[in-house]
């Protein structure tokens, strides 16, 4: 079975940084899209950043220029570097997989950025 597992969250100052990680278990590193997504009290759930099978990456107009998308293969992991933090991106992060016809998504990773 299939598992996406985040960590990288928490607490942290407007400016600061943090970097998400999402290990696959269950399954081979083998994707169409990772992508990290978020999703704050009273909104929609959102795209942060995507990476596809081919290296292509996008990023939400929000965390563009701050926020880093990369893959580990030997680890089975994906990671979301984020810089420049603002109150604003405060969320709940979640880390999803497609693989053919098929999505796994993780349980989700607090962030909080105070001001």
């Known amino acids: 079975q299939v598992q996406l597992v985040e960590s990288g969250g928490g607490l942290v100052q407007a400016g600061g940084s943090l970097q998400l990680s999402c290990v696959v278990a269950?399954?081979?590193?083998?994707?169409?899209?990772m992508g990290w997504y978020r999703q704050a009290p009273g909104n929609e759930r959102e795209l942060v950043a995507r990476?596809?099978?081919?290296?292509?990456?996008n990023y939400g107009d929000s965390v563009k220029g701050r926020f880093t998308i990369s893959t580990n293969k030997a680890r089975n992991s994906v990671y979301l570097k984020m810089n420049s933090l603002k109150p604003e991106d405060t969320a709940v992060y979640y880390c999803?997989?497609?693989?053919?016809?098929?999505?796994?998504w993780g349980q989700g990773t607090q962030v909080t950025v105070s001001s």
């Open positions: 999803r997989m497609a693989f053919g016809s098929a999505e796994k």
């Open positions: 269950g399954r081979g590193f083998s994707f169409s899209t």
């Open positions: 990476i596809s099978a081919n290296g292509d990456t």
